[in-house]
Each structure stands twice: as structure tokens, then as C-alpha cells.
């Protein structure tokens, strides 16, 4: 693996050591499209709902609010982005709070090159995992989906979605063949945000009208799903 995924996607970083935050994000830039620096936990949160990146790099022992704070805020409106957190010898009470936190890799302080691109190649698998092992996903002989960039793609056309709708493309991809009820997509799509059905079925509306087929099929009054294909 040559972490070709992240070409286009971007990270958030945060670590409020000056020197470790220059040095890490150097590395960082070889590899993402876009690196956002945070100096302390507020400063994260902040980047993580105005960027919405695709990866997480968070050191533990923050100022303000710690890494572990962090994360559990995110996992309010994310449950699935890949975290890798950055921890000290001193700090494993902290660690005994992420338990549900589905952390990705752990990283110790002092850590090489070579650990931090190990800690993004768990990233990548499991990114690359949860839809399959594949970069491309086949929805039909014609539509494909790419996680990487979060776009449909129709023979040599691509097709842009929004947040939530490649957000709900992918729940329902990695549960491909199974109806995925009204709530549970509700609740990993908008999270504290608060959506309805309604706003659900406008989302899934999108999603057909770009891709110019009804894919996405309805289980009456249970939920959605994709058909798996024959």
C-alpha cells in the first residue's frame, strides 16, 4: 500500500507543540491534498465542522479540550472517519475512556516516519475495508462509487455528491444487502443535527436523480438498501 488514497483527501491535525506540529505536518502534506493544523481541542472541533476532513490526527494531551474529548465530540456526527491518537507513557488513564471511541492506531511519543506512515496504512485499510477492500465500489454494470473521492462515477463521468449524501452512499454500501432502517440512517447522517425522514428521503432523492437510476431501494416502512448484486 502507498497510501495513493489520500491523494485526495485531507487531514486534520492537532498537536500544540510547535516543533512535533511543523515536523508531523511536513510529512503529512507528502500525502494528503490538504492538511488543517489545529493548536489545541477547541481549535480542532472548529476545523473538523468547517473542513469536515477525511482522516483524524489527534494528540491525547491538549489544551482546552483534550484529544479524547475531541474525538467524542466527532463521533457524535461520524462514527466511521478514521482517528489515529498520539499518546505520551504518562497518559493511560485517558486511554481507559476509549473504549468506544473506534480509535484506528495508537501512536506513542517519540515516534518515527516510519510509525506515523504504519498508523496511516491502518488507516487505509480501514478505509479500504469497510467497502469491501476496494477503492472503486461496483454499484451496476455502469455506476461505480470511489470513497476516496466521494463521487459516482458513470462510465468516464464523474458525479459530485454532497457530505451527507456520499455519508449515507457509504452506510448503505457497507451494508450492501441489508435493509438499514429509517433511525439508524437518521442518526448516522445528521447525528445532533437532527434530521427527519423527510429530510432522509430528499437525500436519497439527490442521490438517484444524479446517478439516473433508482438504486437505492425502499423496504416499506423499515428502511433502505442496495441491492447486492447478482
Not at 476509549?98 to 484506528?104: F, G, K, Q, S, Y
Not at 480501514?126 to 466521494?150: F, T
Request: a negative charge; aromatic letters at 10%; one cysteine or more.
Amino acid at each position: 500500500m502507498n497510501l495513493e488514497i489520500f491523494k485526495t483527501q485531507s487531514v486534520l491535525y492537532a498537536e500544540d507543540e510547535e516543533g512535533i506540529s511543523r515536523h508531523v505536518g511536513a510529512i503529512l502534506e507528502i500525502f494528503f491534498k490538504k492538511v488543517y493544523i489545529a493548536r489545541d481541542g477547541e481549535e480542532a472541533l472548529e476545523l473538523f465542522y468547517c473542513h469536515q476532513p477525511d482522516v483524524l490526527v489527534l494528540d491525547v494531551c491538549m489544551p482546552k479540550l483534550d484529544g479524547l474529548m475531541v474525538l467524542a465530540q466527532i463521533r457524535e456526527h461520524d462514527r466511521k472517519i478514521p482517528a489515529i491518537m498520539i499518546t505520551a507513557h504518562t497518559e493511560q488513564p485517558y486511554l481507559l475512556r476509549a473504549v468506544e471511541l473506534n480509535i484506528t492506531k495508537y501512536l506513542q511519543k517519540p515516534f518515527s516516519k516510519e510509525s506515523l506512515m504504519e498508523s496511516l496504512r491502518a488507516c487505509e485499510e480501514y478505509m479500504r475495508g469497510w467497502l469491501g477492500g476496494e477503492l472503486r465500489v461496483e454499484i451496476d454494470e455502469s455506476l461505480s462509487y470511489n470513497p476516496s473521492n466521494k463521487r459516482l462515477q458513470i462510465q468516464e463521468r464523474e458525479i459530485w455528491l454532497t457530505k451527507k449524501e456520499s455519508t449515507l452512499l457509504e452506510i448503505l454500501l457497507a451494508k450492501r444487502g441489508q435493509v438499514v432502517g429509517f433511525d439508524e440512517l437518521i442518526n448516522e447522517v445528521w447525528g445532533l443535527e437532527g434530521g427527519s425522514r423527510e429530510t432522509l428521503k430528499f437525500v436519497i432523492k439527490e442521490i438517484r436523480r444524479k446517478a439516473g437510476r433508482a438504486f437505492i431501494q425502499n423496504s416499506f416502512a423499515q428502511g433502505y438498501f442496495i441491492p447486492k448484486r447478482s
